[in-house]
């Protein structure tokens, strides 16, 4: 089993920053990715960004790849989401979630353990 849990989110003014940190505990060794989803209210969740947790590869949505800038600490087991110029329309819950391989890009149809959630909100 692998525990993900996040942190940081909170409320922020739109042009605004804040950084989410997902700490890992578990069977955390091998071979995988981890990334951020988010979910909005009556929205589907999706992708925002995945990083090869060995190789340190990263790929990120087009909505966010030039605001956001996800990277790890593998010796603290920690994830982290930097969000830079935020927009009302970032405001979702934001999961964080792990891949069973190892590429980034396919992060977002090999999920095998998510966090809770953390709630960012944006406001304009």
């Known amino acids: 089993q692998v525990q993900l849990v996040e942190s940081g989110g909170g409320l922020v003014q739109a042009g605004g920053s804040l950084r989410l940190s997902c700490a890992a505990s578990?069977?955390?060794?091998?071979?995988?990715?981890m990334g951020w989803f988010r979910q909005a209210p009556g929205k589907e969740r999706e992708f925002v960004a995945a990083?090869?947790?060995?190789?340190?590869?990263?790929h990120c949505a087009d909505s966010v790849k030039d605001r956001f800038t996800i990277s790890r600490d593998a010796a603290k087991n920690t994830l982290y989401l930097q969000m830079n110029s935020l927009k009302p329309e970032d405001t979702a819950v934001y999961y964080c979630?792990?891949?069973?391989?190892?590429?980034?890009?396919?992060?977002?149809?090999?999920?095998?353990?998510w966090g809770q959630g953390t709630q960012v909100t944006v406001s304009s």
């Open positions: 979630a792990r891949s069973n391989v190892p590429t980034p890009q396919a992060m977002a149809v090999a999920v095998d353990y």
């Open positions: 578990g069977r955390i060794f091998g071979w995988y990715s």
């Open positions: 990083i090869s947790w060995i190789g340190g590869s990263t």
